[in-house]
């Protein structure tokens, strides 16, 4: 099975910072995969896929890279909305898996 | 707009059964393979099975493997699961998503439902 280490757990940034979240594939993935948003008591949504694609009517700060075992989720000039947790998952091969999260809080 | 909405979340007795349902809306059911995932409180989000456009191919992650059973009715436009034997640490929200491509599965999930508690307890 694959697992998906991401770091941070959990960071604090003011508003107009830049944030990078890293995730590591236990092996290799291509590029297979996602990035989601889960703000306080809400269902996760859609930020990234494909490692690199932002999905329809994301903002445009948010940017994702990266391919095989590494990954970065960038959040150019971070705003007050964007306070949230952050996860990634692999769509690599069954069981599918998800990264441990990333807390974003606004200082 | 594409809508899924969960339902039959509650309390129940560990090794009691529950079944959860997802109703879709805005998009053609039978298209789309379709996922459960949980997040039990406080904690990350877990996988936990998929079934296939068609209902044919099943997959489940190795903690629900035996007790828990996805199904769908297509001309419904539903999805179920079934879950049997609960255990405590089966406490959870339960979000059904949609993959995003048409067809075979794999893909990223667009959308999620709003979640179903479920709570396992005596």
């Known amino acids: 099975d694959i697992q998906l280490t991401q770091s941070p757990s959990f960071l604090s940034a003011s508003v107009g910072d830049r944030v990078t979240i890293t995730c590591r594939a236990s092996?290799?993935?291509?590029?297979?995969l996602a990035w989601y948003q889960q703000k306080p008591g809400k269902a996760p949504k859609l930020l990234i896929y494909?490692?690199?694609t932002l999905q329809s009517g994301v903002p445009s700060r948010f940017s994702g890279s990266g391919s095989g075992t590494e990954f970065t989720l960038t959040i150019n000039s971070l705003q007050p909305e964007d306070l949230a947790t952050y996860y990634c998952?692999?769509?690599?091969?069954?069981?599918?898996?998800f990264g441990g999260g990333t807390k974003v809080e606004i200082k | 707009q594409v809508q899924l909405v969960e339902s039959g979340g509650g309390v129940v007795q560990p090794g009691r059964s529950l079944r959860l349902s997802c109703a879709a809306s805005?998009?053609?059911?039978?298209?789309?393979?379709l996922h459960w995932v949980r997040q039990a409180p406080g904690k990350g989000l877990e996988w936990v099975t998929l079934?296939?456009?068609?209902?044919?191919?099943?997959y489940y992650a190795d903690s629900v493997r035996g007790r828990f059973t996805i199904s769908r009715d297509n001309s419904k436009n539903t999805l179920y699961l079934e879950m049997n034997s609960l255990k405590p640490e089966d406490t959870a929200v339960y979000y059904c998503?949609?993959?995003?491509?048409?067809?075979?599965?794999?893909?990223?999930?667009?959308?999620w439902g709003q979640g179903t508690l479920v709570t396992v307890s005596s």
């Open positions: 998503a949609k993959d995003a491509l048409v067809g075979a599965a794999g893909d990223w999930f667009d959308p």
């Open positions: 805005g998009f053609t059911f039978s298209n789309y393979a």
């Open positions: 079934i296939s456009y068609d209902g044919i191919n099943k």
């Open positions: 092996q290799g993935i291509s590029s297979y």
């Open positions: 494909s490692a690199s």
């Open positions: 998952q692999h769509l690599n091969s069954y069981p599918l898996s």
